[in-house]
C-alpha cells in the first residue's frame, strides 16, 4: 500500500516538474521567414507561456515603375491660358520595417491566434516627373509660366522636371490582426497565416516643386493617371502574412 503511494506521489511531481517545464518563459524557440504586403522578412520567436508568443523581425519591400503616367496641366502667365502634359517618369516604393509582435492562442497550442504588436520604419514613396515642352513654352512666354494641376500648383526646373517624396504614415505603426497556425511550431517546420490591419497615420509630400496641396488631392490624383491607392489605404494599410517556420528547440 505505501509503495503504491510513493510509486503515485514520484508520478505526481513528474508530471508538475514537465508541466512547469512547458511554462518557462524563452523555453521554445524557432526562426522562419515570411512574406507579405509589407515584404519579404525574417523573425524569430520564443514561448512567454502556452497562451502567449513573441516575434521579433524585420521586412523589407521595394518597388520601382518605370511605366510613364500621363496628365494633363494648366498653363497660365500674364493673361495667357493653354495646358500642356506632364508625365511621372519613374516612381519608387520602399517598406523597411522593423517589428515586434506578440500572438495569444486562446487554447493552449491551438492554432488560431489574436495578434497585437508595432512596426517600426519609415515607408516611403517617390517620383519623379516632365513636363513637356516647358522649355518651348518658357521661351514663347518670355518667362517661365505657372503650372496648376486642379488647384496644386507645380513650378518645374529650367528643364521641366520635377520631384516629389511622399512620406507614407508614422514612424511607428500598432498592428492587429488574426492568425492561423502555430508561431513555434510543435514539429520541426509550421506554416502559419494572417490577416489584420496597419495604422500607418497621415501622408505627407514634400517637393522643391509642388505646392498649396488640399486634403483630397492624392484621391483626385490617383484617379486622374489610374493608379489603385487611396488616402484610406495608406492611413489603414491591409496586412495578409505567410510564414514559414523552423522550431530550434
Do not use: H
Not at 488574426?178 to 517637393?207: A, H, M
Not at 490617383?222 to 487611396?230: C, H, K, P, R, Y
Request: one cysteine or more; glycine letters at 8%.
Amino acid at each position: 500500500m505505501r509503495r503504491k503511494f510513493y510509486c503515485s506521489l514520484i508520478i505526481y511531481v513528474i508530471a508538475i516538474f514537465n508541466l512547469k517545464a512547458q511554462n518557462v518563459p524563452f523555453e521554445s524557440w524557432a526562426a522562419g521567414i515570411n512574406a507579405g504586403l509589407y515584404g519579404i522578412g525574417i523573425q524569430g520567436a520564443t514561448s512567454l507561456s502556452p497562451n502567449f508568443k513573441i516575434r521579433i523581425g524585420y521586412d523589407y519591400f521595394k518597388f520601382i515603375n518605370n511605366d510613364t503616367k500621363e496628365f494633363d496641366v494648366n498653363v497660365e502667365y500674364s493673361g495667357y491660358k493653354g495646358s500642356t502634359q506632364a508625365e511621372l517618369t519613374e516612381t519608387d516604393i520602399v517598406f523597411p520595417n522593423l517589428k515586434t509582435l506578440v500572438d495569444y492562442y486562446p487554447v493552449d497550442y491551438g492554432i488560431f491566434c489574436i495578434t497585437a504588436g508595432f512596426y517600426i520604419g519609415e515607408n516611403r514613396a517617390s517620383t519623379n516627373g516632365l513636363v513637356k515642352d516647358y522649355r518651348v513654352l518658357a521661351e514663347f512666354l518670355g518667362e517661365n509660366p505657372v503650372l496648376i494641376y486642379e488647384d496644386i500648383i507645380i513650378t518645374p526646373y529650367s528643364d521641366g522636371r520635377f520631384e516629389g517624396r511622399l512620406k507614407v504614415g508614422n514612424l511607428f505603426k500598432p498592428y492587429l490582426g488574426i492568425g492561423l497556425g502555430r508561431t513555434i511550431p510543435r514539429n520541426k517546420v509550421g506554416f502559419k497565416f494572417e490577416l489584420g490591419l496597419v495604422y500607418q497615420g497621415k501622408y505627407s509630400l514634400t517637393s522643391p516643386n509642388i505646392d498649396n496641396l488640399d486634403d483630397d488631392w492624392l484621391n483626385r490624383f490617383s484617379e486622374d493617371i489610374n493608379l489603385n491607392i487611396s488616402e484610406e489605404i495608406l492611413n489603414w494599410w491591409p496586412m495578409v502574412n505567410l510564414s514559414l517556420t523552423y522550431r530550434i528547440r
